[in-house]
């Protein structure tokens, strides 16, 4: 079958998806798109402007030939438009996902889903009534180095993970200065930036037992603390006054080996063991989560599947953030 898919909100990220529906092959067409803002319906202007990780930005227009709606209805109405990517302000999601799911299309809507886990539960049941897929956009559960240390950590080829660090740093986005700055809205670096690395530890070891947490919702490093497993997992980040743009680095302690991933370096995976030190390129990977995720979710739609990152993933991961936040307050230890 052949996905029709509509792309809602064209800042950089629902650009982002355009283009990797685009990229996607046969598999799926990307038949609509709708954004409040006229101008940017030409695709000119949102995908001038770069987000933090590698997307694939080129000079042609995802755009082209694909209809452009200037009603969220009429765009739902449209049969042709078996799938939604929903690319809007975080305290849009919900209202427009259940619009979606409601008119029968499947959704993949971007993190956070929302900051309210009230919201994520009506969400699951409304995507369990309609029959359709609902996957959280958690890009970096695909991205290919990152799905290499899960695997690494599943398989235990490198013996029992010992440690985890995590750093993501990076300027408040300029794309939406306005809503990224009304933490009320956007819930700060932590639920825009720190949430991939809250994510993947839970996707990776379960959500912990408890969390210690320093800084401000915008800048923090948390203390991630397991009955059972890795005696140290630690994530830090938030966004940066100026420095030196983008970081994303991750350090693995195994029983046999350490591995250091770091977005800047060249290679960007290297593993260290008996003295050595090995360059890693993990095989047959997407060439950004992205492309890994628009496929994940078209794979779901096509085969009827759950979606390999569901809403309830997304309220354990709210969780954890709600306890991080908890802890950012009180200077304490929370209990998840």
């Known amino acids: 079958m052949t996905v029709g898919v509509a792309v809602i909100g064209l800042g950089f990220m629902g650009m982002t998806h355009a283009r990797a529906y685009r990229d996607a092959g046969p598999r799926c067409r990307l038949r609509a798109a709708y954004d409040t803002d006229p101008s940017r319906l030409s695709g000119d202007g949102a995908g001038s402007r770069g987000g933090n990780l590698p997307q694939g930005q080129d000079r042609e227009d995802p755009l082209a030939s694909v209809a452009v709606f200037d009603s969220l209805s009429a765009l739902l109405a449209d049969p042709g438009v078996d799938a939604v990517s929903i690319c809007t302000p975080t305290d849009t999601h919900a209202a427009i996902a259940s619009a979606a799911l409601e008119a029968g299309k499947h959704v993949l809507v971007e993190k956070p889903v929302s900051l309210d886990r009230g919201e994520i539960h009506a969400l699951e049941a409304a995507a369990t009534r309609a029959g359709r897929v609902c996957m959280p956009a958690m890009c970096m559960r695909f991205w290919p180095e990152w799905a290499w240390l899960r695997d690494r950590i599943a398989d235990g080829e490198l013996g029992e993970i010992r440690s985890l660090s995590f750093e993501r740093l990076g300027p408040m986005p300029d794309w939406g200065v306005g809503f990224y700055a009304d933490s009320a ?89 008996a003295g050595e030190r090995e360059a890693v390129q993990p095989p047959g990977a997407p060439a950004t989560g992205y492309d890994g995720e628009i496929g994940a979710f078209l794979h779901a739609v096509e085969n009827g599947e759950d979606p390999p990152v569901t809403l309830a993933d997304a309220g354990v991961t709210l969780a954890v953030l709600e306890a991080e936040a908890r802890s950012l307050h009180s200077g304490e230890i929370e209990t998840v």
């Open 185 to 273: 809205r956007s819930g700060g670096a932590l639920h825009d930036l720190h949430i991939h690395d809250t994510d993947f530890i839970c996707a990776l070891l379960g959500p912990p037992a408890s969390v210690l947490s320093s800084g401000d919702i915008n800048r923090l490093t948390t203390m991630y603390r397991y009955d059972t497993g890795p005696g140290h997992v630690v994530a830090g980040g938030g966004w940066m006054r100026g420095g030196p743009g983008f970081t994303m680095r991750y350090t693995a302690e195994f029983e046999h080996a350490t591995a250091v991933f770091d977005l800047a370096a060249d290679p960007p995976l290297v593993v260290f063991r």
